[in-house]
């Protein structure tokens, strides 16, 4: 591994769920690399794909759905090419990912400690149960939980929920991963919390190198948090770049209507705003680009598959036609 | 945890104050009590004795008051054929019940948990298939009937194990039981797995059902993306969340199975008090009868009120929920 | 291909022909093979046990052809005046093929005799509950949770006792253990069916109750009710038995497949294994084809698992 090989590089990576109505492409061709230290935004809509992007990357992905080709290069090295076992010992060791719905992450019938513990020792047998306990105890602090020695011995429905989701995240910091993927782990936490919660992960990844991928609906988060973004529709990632350059002039209609921008204004600290029409069923998707129906530059090439383009420079998109002109009105 | 335990307690006294009054009306208005528990060959003279000791000369509500002032003293009549206090028998045989009983529900959970785990871990599978059609047959056999089957393949025909009697025991706290012998311990095999027939059916049932719904569930995923090892996984994070389903109905079940050991304590002329219920009902001892139905309701109401505190201890969101009350 | 043209213009043609809910409820049913053969057993069952007189080889309880020579024979021996006794005979010299036809026919009648009666005292004490709520719904509800709460065996075990012997009283036996059971499906369906509109209707009609409970609820109960009466009568069956065989159950003079098994227990240990192991396995085939037939009903009248 020399100093410039990506913590995470994923390449055409295609996940596709066989369902008795049909197969389904949740990852249809998904490209992105994710540096040392660095926080990659993945937004979209409902569906689009990113959790199970997120659980392909940690070989989660639950039947009837399955990796069908790609790579998943860590540190240089194809995750799918490992047996179960290898996989096992980077999950929650140096792979770690929060999940999005807190309320079911944790077992209702085991202690705190007893989850934070058997994450500790499943990976090192070797640390003694009260090494094991101190370290759940310095990571419950570490997100906010006051008086961490109590809650360790308490059942998960003495929580409320965005307590939950500390815990759960204190469980990814656990064995000091390289790479957090966060699945909207700040969703269902209130605002000042969340705002610390972004705090520590961002001195997390400056500090130590942690790599993250950061999958989420708001805007304002990736806009704060994120060195990268990748814009998902329909199982693709249709743009991604710079935060800065994404946010500020996005070239694709899909992440245009995101924004809902007007040139020229900053748009961090816009929410998800909905483009009108349906998110498309992954069923039956249309033969080219998923947008096509919604899109209004949307013309007869686009019923071929776009291909990755960069129309500029360090910008990555799938379009045919982008828009380019920065002083173009959206829908002209 | 303490007024849970109270409360629940106090729920236990008043079914058993019920129960009693159903069979004190059971056996003095459908039945007649003089018939009920006066030997029928007592002379004239006798039966107005025992009527009188009885108190059954009085009006009815002082004769229930009665019965339960004796049952308190645990005088439920004598038996007929054995001349002695009915209870008393019964207490001597319960030992030999109870550990049919234990050891059939012991038999339930280490067969069937893993049975029901495996099936509900992979339910396409055929060995799951096999699995489940297996315990649909075991619903549907005739418990006694297999019993006479398992006697005839493994005493008669193999000659491996002893088909009656309860083997040598040994006293354990002033308790006779088989299980530390290994005589006592072959004279158990039959029986107990006979017993257990059933409910192994049913626990293959629950914990696949239960397996099934766990698998699905987020924290099972979460352990997982935690880098437990599959053992683990299944062992602790799955087993214990399909342990309370499983244990709890295991132990209400627990009295069904004393119930039903009077058939199997028949084919196996296993000397607990099921055997000494169906002698009684064809000698017609019937103080023993009523001595039996008194004491399975109260088996069965204590039961019901060890598996609730159990049931507490093992699911933390019951236990809190009922402290906050 | 061709099939599917055809069809398409046979609906074309006659668009009078849909499936009526018979038809449908039949080809639903016949999804499940296993389900089918289960059928034509428990049909073939219940044939043997109507005909059992005139199909059986011999009359084994006529004791004038029942020779003590030819007792204890293995199946397939034959008997001294030529007849073969396929299954054995048992230490009288009686044909237990035709024994287990005469039993299966005493079994199957305490059984569905016990069920129906059940079912009438149950439905009706169900939709009493249903039907008039309150205290009287209540009170009846408690009894049928505490009933239920007791095995089955336990409580035959205690009607016996108190009542006696005799084929009457097991039969009384069997209705109290079973009555609840429908008593439960019964108020169920019909609280659902209560709160529908037409109940409504038919109350501002100032239909009689009567009316209102047979001609509307009766109907809907129906489904639920067919189900738990074949699971039910599967109990009953093996209960007679295991009561029989512990001899509380039928008197001597009515040897079902519970009291056959008893008597080969008898003579199982010296060998003739044959004795009470085909009884045994008529008794099976009998309970495990009716709880199949049971469970694919389930299935197929189950109306969440309809499409
Ligand atoms: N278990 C499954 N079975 C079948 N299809 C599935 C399954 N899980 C996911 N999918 C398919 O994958 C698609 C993407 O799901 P995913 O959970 O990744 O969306 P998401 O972008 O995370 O959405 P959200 O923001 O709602 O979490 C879904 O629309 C669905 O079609
Ligand atoms: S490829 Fe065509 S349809 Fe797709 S986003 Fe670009 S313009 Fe719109
Ligand atoms: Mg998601």
């Known amino acids: 591994m020399t100093s410039d090989t990506p913590t995470l590089d994923v390449r055409d990576l295609k996940t596709h769920f066989f369902t008795k109505a049909g197969v389904a492409r949740a990852v249809d061709g998904v490209s992105f690399t994710v540096g040392k230290g660095e926080v990659v935004g993945l937004v979209g809509e409902s569906g689009s794909g990113k959790s199970v992007t997120g659980f392909s990357i940690i070989g989660l992905v639950d039947p009837p759905g399955r990796v069908v080709s790609g790579e998943v290069r860590f540190k240089g090295q194809n995750l799918l090419d490992l047996k179960a076992e290898q996989m096992r010992k980077l999950r929650g060791n140096r792979i770690a990912m929060i999940f999005q719905d807190p309320m079911m992450t944790l077992n209702p019938v085991l202690r705190v400690d007893t989850q934070m513990v058997e994450t500790i020792r499943a990976h090192d047998a070797s640390v003694s149960k009260a090494d094991a306990l101190a370290r759940a105890r310095d990571a419950l602090g570490q997100v906010g939980i006051p008086a961490p020695d109590e809650r360790l011995r308490s059942y998960p429905h003495q929580f409320s929920g965005g307590m939950r989701q500390r815990v759960a995240i204190a469980i990814a910091l656990l064995n000091k991963p390289d790479l957090i993927i966060a699945d909207e782990p700040t969703t269902a936490l209130d605002v000042t919390i969340q705002g610390q919660i972004l705090y520590e992960a961002q001195k997390l990844c400056r500090e130590t190198g942690t790599s993250m991928i950061w999958i ?3 805007l304002a988060v990736v806009a704060g948090l994120a060195d990268k973004i990748c814009v998902m529709y329909g199982g693709r990632i249709v743009e991604q770049g710079l935060i800065d350059d994404v946010l500020d002039h996005p070239v694709h209609p899909y992440t245009r209507g995101l924004l809902g921008s007007v040139p020229g204004h900053n748009t961090r600290g816009h929410r998800l705003y909905q483009i009108p029409g349906m998110a498309p069923s992954l069923l039956n998707l249309p033969e080219g680009c998923a947008f096509q129906a919604r899109c209004p530059k949307a013309d007869d090439a686009c019923k071929a598959l776009p291909h990755i383009t960069n129309p500029v420079p360090g910008r990555e998109i799938r379009c045919f036609h982008p828009h380019l002109d920065q002083d173009e009105e959206i829908g002209a | 945890m303490s007024v ?30 003089v018939d009920m528990l006066i030997n029928p060959e007592a002379d004239q003279a006798e039966i ?3 009527i009188r000791d009885l108190g059954l000369d009085r009006p009815l509500h002082e004769q229930y008051l009665y019965f339960v002032g004796n049952a308190f003293e645990g005088d439920l009549g004598k038996s007929f054929v054995f001349g002695e206090s009915a209870l008393k028998l019964i207490v001597q045989r319960m030992p030999a ?31 799951s298939r096999t699995i489940m059609a297996g315990s649909i047959l075991g619903f549907s056999l005739p418990t006694f009937w297999v019993g006479l089957m398992m006697i005839m393949v493994f005493a008669v025909m193999l000659g491996w194990l002893p088909s009656t009697g309860r083997g040598d025991t040994v006293e354990i706290f002033g308790i006779e039981v088989s299980f530390l012998t290994a005589d006592g311990l072959s004279h158990l095999l039959m029986p107990a797995l006979n017993l257990a027939l059933l409910k192994i059916s049913l626990v293959i049932r629950l914990a696949r059902a239960g397996t099934r719904e766990a698998m699905h569930q987020d924290y099972v995923k979460f352990a997982r993306a935690k880098g437990l090892s599959e053992t683990r996984v299944i062992l602790v994070h799955v087993l214990k969340n399909i342990m309370i389903p499983v244990v709890t109905v295991l ?18 002329a296993w000397p607990g008090m099921g055997k000494l219920l169906i002698d009684a009902l064809h000698n017609l ?37 009922d402290a906050g009350q | 291909m061709s099939d599917a043209a055809e069809q398409t213009t046979a ?16 080809s639903d049913y016949a999804d499940n093979k296993i389900s089918v053969v289960a059928f034509i057993v428990l049909v073939g069952i219940i044939f043997i046990a109507i005909f059992a007189p005139w199909i059986s080889p011999t009359d084994p309880y006529d004791l004038a052809k029942v020779s003590i020579f030819d007792s204890k024979l293995e199946p397939g021996t034959k008997s001294m005046d030529g007849v073969t006794f396929w299954l054995g005979t048992d230490s009288a010299g009686r044909d237990l093929l035709s024994s287990i036809f005469y039993g299966l026919r005493i079994s199957l009648g305490v059984g569905v005799m016990s069920g129906v009666i059940a079912l009438c005292i149950g439905s009706a004490i169900g939709l009493i509950a249903a039907y008039y709520g309150g205290r009287i719904d209540t009170l009846i509800m408690r009894i049928v949770d505490i009933q239920l709460s007791f095995p089955a065996i336990l409580v035959a075990l205690i009607l016996i006792s108190v009542l006696g012997k005799g084929v009457d009283k097991v039969i009384i036996a069997l209705v109290l253990v079973q009555w609840a059971y429908y008593a439960r499906t019964v108020r169920g369906s019909a609280l659902v069916e209560r709160n529908k509109e037409y109940i409504e209707a038919a109350t501002c009609l100032a239909l009689g109750n009567n009316r209102i409970v047979f001609r509307h609820l009766m109907p809907n109960c129906l489904p639920p009710l067919i189900v738990v009466g074949t699971v039910q009568t599967a109990h009953a069956i093996s209960l007679e038995a295991t009561l029989s065989f512990l001899g509380v159950g039928l008197p001597i003079t009515e040897p079902s497949l519970g009291l056959l098994i008893a008597n080969g227990f008898e003579v199982m240990l010296s060998g003739l294994y044959w004795v009470s192991f ?28 309809q499409k």
């Open chain 1, 216 to 218: 989420t609906h708001d």
């Open chain 2, 97 to 127: 019940t109870f550990e049919l009983a234990f050891s059939a529900l012991l038999m339930a959970i280490v067969i069937g948990v893993p049975f029901g785990v495996y099936a509900g871990m992979r339910p396409n599978a055929i060995s």
């Open chain 3, 11 to 26: 609906h074309a043609v006659d668009p009078v022909k849909v499936e009526t809910p018979l038809q449908r409820f039949v």
């Open chain 2, 285 to 321: 001892d019937r103080p023993i009868i009523v001595a039996y139905l008194m004491m399975i309701v109260l088996v069965f109401v204590i039961i019901n009120l060890i598996v609730d505190i159990f049931y507490s201890v093992l699911d933390p969101r019951v236990r809190l929920k």
């Open chain 3, 278 to 305: 085909f009884p045994g396995i008529a008794l099976l085939i009998t309970i495990v084809s009716i709880n199949l037939v049971g469970d694919q009903l389930r299935d197929v009248l189950n109306p969440r698992l």
């Open chain 2, 48 to 50: 107005e004795r025992v």
């Open chain 2, 251 to 268: 132990g209400l079940e627990f009295g069904s199975l004393i119930a039903f050991s009077v058939v199997t304590e028949t084919v196996f």
């Open chain 2, 4 to 33: 849970f335990i109270i409360r629940r307690l106090m729920q236990s006294v008043i079914v058993v104050a019920v129960m009693s009054l159903i069979v004190f009306v059971g056996v003095n208005v459908v039945g007649d009590p």
